[in-house]
């Protein structure tokens, strides 16, 4: 089956801007086997318009080359926003300390194919030393991290961010709960996208009505005896 006219431009939409990346080089230490955690506070500036769209980039790794993935409790605020990003990853009620893996370099987005970070590995599989990558769904889970589990209900999520001012605040705190395999937060990162200035939306529309009347008129033309 050919695709439309009107599908690809309606595809080809900018309906919103490409995300503003602001990336937080740390190298800092995690406190090991502490609750106090690591604060990480940062202040961003960007266009006055409402978040659309929020994704978060977290790097961490091992003081002495080795992580363990299930000691991490992470969460992400900036004024009414707050989502936790992972707790006690793996962690359930077969597995008390979550999965052992060596560290993570990836991206938490809401909408991602993979799913659930909590339960990575039902993907992945046992990584054997090697880092986690990829796009995940923030863990979301807000129980206790010393009884959360799989099945605990993921309360929090990137949604929370939307329609709120990127600007102002912005403050991500790392736990490492259980002693041993010392970590470090290396740097993370928000990609904001924005809703549209009215301007660019307008001229979206505009753009679409155009190409549904063209659209309509070659349909009608064709069907014609």
Do not use: C
Not at 140 to 168: C, K, Q, Y
């Amino acid at each position: 089956m050919k695709t439309s006219t009107l599908s690809l431009l309606a595809a080809a939409l900018p309906l919103s801007g490409a995300a503003q990346v602001f990336e937080f080089p740390v190298g800092q230490a995690i406190p090991d086997g502490s609750s106090a955690g690591l604060v990480n506070i940062r202040q961003i500036t960007a266009p006055a318009l409402p978040i659309l769209d929020l994704n978060v980039r977290l790097e961490i790794s091992g003081l002495d080359g080795s992580a363990y993935n299930g000691d991490l409790f992470i969460t992400l605020q900036h004024d009414s926003g707050y989502v936790v990003l992972l707790n006690r990853v793996g962690q359930d009620t077969v597995r008390p300390f979550g999965y052992g893996d060596n560290g993570l370099q990836v991206l938490l987005d809401d909408e991602a194919a993979d799913g659930d970070i909590h339960t990575y590995r039902s993907v992945t599989g046992p990584l054997r030393g090697a880092a986690l990558e990829g796009i995940w769904a923030p863990d979301g889970r807000t129980e206790d991290p010393a009884t959360v589990s799989s099945s605990s209900s993921r309360a929090t999520s990137l949604a929370s961010f939307d329609g709120l001012d990127p600007s102002g605040t912005w403050i991500l705190f790392v736990a490492d709960l259980e002693l041993g395999a010392p970590m470090r937060l290396d740097s993370w990162a928000l990609e904001i996208t924005a809703v549209p200035e009215p301007a660019a939306a307008a001229a979206a529309t505009t753009l679409l009505l155009a190409g549904l009347a063209a659209w309509l008129r070659k349909a009608g033309q064709s069907s014609r005896p």
